[in-house]
């Protein structure tokens, strides 16, 4: 069994599509994009980012049913997704945020307009997250070697040399990479999930 923390990467075709009025080009957008789930409950404070946002419809094919169910589970139980446009993308949008409405039963894509406000948000939020992590870790191992030194009267040196070392890395996130299928939208759209 992997760990809970394991990095699982799955690979999904999809289509996008621009709703009417939206004035978004994607005839230059990547043919693969790279998503990264988030808890919900980080993006929180980036409420007012979402707000002043485009959005584009996701639909993904049947071609992996297995990986297909596994987003749909995963995004149902509070996760969004975080899709990256690599730099060397000749595109303005910079990321994007995939949810899931399960009541609606869709995928839809939010473009903020602040794309370098989004960008810098994500990484504050997910650096705030990986330290309360690394203090939580951190927290646990010391009353760990506490209770050790406790029972024995002393912390063995092997303890010490457990309590000093830096934890690994865990990562908050599955990484889930995203195939963008055929530019079958009419705008160009690369594929990946379904809005209505």
Known sequence: ??????????????????????????????????????????????GPLFRNSRMVQFHFTNKDLESLKGLYRIMGNGFAGCVHFPHTAPCEVRVLMLLYSSKKKIFMGLIPYDQSGFVNGIRQVITNHKQVQQQKIDQHRSQMGNAQALATGSVPPGAQAFLQKQP??????????????GQQVPLGMPTVGSVS
């Not at 999809?14 to 957008?29: A, H």
């Not at 690994?168 to 299928?181: E, W, Y």
């Open 168 to 181: 690994g890395a865990l990562p908050m996130t599955q990484g889930v990479q995203q195939q963008m299928g």
């Open 1 to 46: 069994a992997l760990p809970i923390y394991a990095k699982l990467t799955r690979s999904l075709p999809c289509q996008v599509y621009v709703n009417p009025g939206e004035n978004l080009k994607t005839d230059q957008w990547p043919q693969k994009l790279i998503m990264q789930l988030i808890p919900q409950q980080l993006l929180t404070t980036l």
